[in-house]
């Protein structure tokens, strides 16, 4: 056989030769057959199986990796032919793809486009549909198809799933293939739907607190960078004036910029040193000021705490912003007057404290001279009735010699002239008498007045001592209540201290 007659057999054989666009890689044909031609008799023969064993061995690999790569990431692929009509002629939809909505074969999942468009949810199929024509008609090649949308799967509802493709074109632009992916999404759209629900719900609080939220996630050294992502919240931004992300941005930088020239380096240092203390005993709660939108610094009070792995590795630092400008300037006014008036309540509580004691103290004086006067009284009572005692005795001798002296003048009458004498002395006897009597009644007298008097003196002396007495306990009460008032004046005055 010629080289040429050869040659056409070998051409005939592979015009031939079909792959459909839904061949399977292991259906692929391998080699071609020509009856009277062996491949030991035709080096183009054997040349030609060559290369058709080596393509099917290249697609069966590249199905494999692709598929690989499917289970990997929960993928289908799918394959569109578009007419010139620029209408979808020809669908494939890869095993991957079927078993990801369901279905087993062709049977109950054809090739064709409306096995796929009559699933899609109703709130989805229009917007779904239009991006789809719409990045096959665009000749400019600038529109994607790329969207997310829910499908009817067989056996578990409806689930979320992304498509990603592309459009093989001509040198025109006119669409000829439609090429892409198919990925199940629902997983992450649940999370996302659920992370959206907290985020909705935080907003929702830190809208109502009057603290502001802050973190950041710690993804390197450099943390402290001016341009490192920072979360602000929406509280956080109202407190320092601004409304939203493009006034205030989420960077470091938005934040540090605004604070005090003389509050700047200590705070960036206490946020550093709390992050990198890997003991975690390092605090952040600091006081300091921000250059506030209106014009003005505000204070502020900000409490962190850093989120860290088991060895102490820092990931994330959150914390919260609160603005005490009105409870400094209460602080202020507070001690300017209240703080003021209480020092000088407790000065004057010191100054009643001390006269309360002295008083105090100069009546326990009076209540001890009153004691010696009473003392002194009584004995001179004592001295009083010693001496009436004794004019009694007086007054009773007086009585005896007077008696006598009667006796003696009646004697020296009876003896005449021999008598004279003795009723002369006698009769001095009896005027001695008399006299003795006389001036002891005056005593007498006297000294019963001067009884009455001490009676009274006494009495008097008594009711005294009895008020001596009230007064000295009504200051000992009026001193422990003051003592007490000083104390709790005290008291508030260390409150006053700690607070201000």
């Known amino acids: 056989m010629g080289k040429f007659s050869e040659t056409k ?25 020509i009856e009277g031609m062996q491949e030991q008799d035709s080096p183009l023969l054997a040349a030609v199986n060559q290369v058709l064993k080596q393509y099917q061995s290249r697609v069966l690999h590249e199905v494999h990796n692709i598929q690989m790569i499917n289970d990997t990431v929960s993928s289908g692929l799918w394959n569109m032919y578009i007419n010139k009509e620029e209408e979808v002629e020809k669908v494939y939809w890869s095993s991957e793809f079927r078993k990801m909505v369901g279905y087993q074969n062709l049977e109950d999942f054809p090739d064709e486009l409306e096995s796929w468009s009559d699933l899609l949810h109703p709130e989805d199929k229009g917007h779904t549909m239009e991006v789809f024509y719409k990045s096959i008609r665009d000749h400019s090649g600038r529109t994607n198809y790329d969207v997310e949308y829910r499908l009817l799967t067989k056996n578990r509802g409806y689930r979320w799933y992304r498509a990603n493709g592309r459009v093989l074109r001509d040198e025109k632009g006119a669409p000829l293939q439609l090429i892409g992916i198919f990925v199940d999404i629902t997983q992450e759209r649940e999370s996302k739907e659920e992370l959206d629900l907290t985020l909705r719900r935080f907003e929702s609080i830190d809208a109502v607190l009057m603290e502001g939220s802050w973190n950041m996630r710690i993804t390197g050294p450099d943390y ?50 709390h992050i990198r203390d890997y003991s975690d005993r390092t605090p952040y709660d600091v006081e300091y000021r921000l250059f506030h939108k209106d014009g003005t610094y505000h204070w502020f009070k900000s409490i962190g705490k850093t989120v860290r792995e088991a060895d102490g590795t820092p990931l994330m630092v959150a914390g919260v912003l609160e603005d005490v400008t009105e409870l400094k300037r209460t602080k202020e006014i507070f001690e300017k007057n209240i703080g003021m008036h209480i020092r000088e309540l407790t000065e004057g509580l010191q100054n009643i404290t001390s006269t309360v004691e002295v008083n105090t103290e100069k009546m326990s004086e009076i209540k001890m001279k009153q004691n010696q ?27 005896q010699t007077n008696l006598l002296s009667l ?94």
């Open 9 to 33: 057999k070998i051409v005939e054989a592979l015009q031939d030769v079909r792959i459909e666009y839904s061949s399977k890689a292991e259906e692929l044909p391998d080699r071609i057959q």
């Open 224 to 273: 402290m960078n001016p341009d490192q992502e920072f979360w602000w919240s929406s509280q956080f931004r109202h407190l320092l004036g601004y409304q939203d992300e493009y006034e205030f941005p989420n960077r470091l930088g938005a934040w540090a910029e605004l604070l005090h020239p003389d509050d700047k380096r200590y705070v960036l240092d206490s946020l550093r040193n």
């Open 373 to 399: 006067i009473t003392k002194s009284a009584h004995e001179t009572q004592q001295k009083a009735n010693q001496a009436l005692s004794v004019i009694k005795s007086i007054q009773s001798i007086a009585r």
């Open 407 to 500: 006796n003696a003048s009646v004697e020296a009458a009876h003896a005449g002239d021999k008598g004279a004498g003795f009723a002369v002395v006698a009769k001095e006897v009896r005027s001695l008498s008399q006299s003795t009597r006389s001036t002891a009644e005056e005593v007498t007298e006297s000294l019963h007045k001067m009884q009455e008097s001490m009676d009274f003196v006494l009495s008097q002396i008594t009711e005294i001592e009895k008020e001596v007495e009230e007064q000295s306990r009504n200051l000992e009460q009026v001193n422990r209540i003051v003592n007490q008032v000083h104390q709790k004046a005290l008291d508030i005055n260390e409150l006053t201290a700690g607070i201000l």
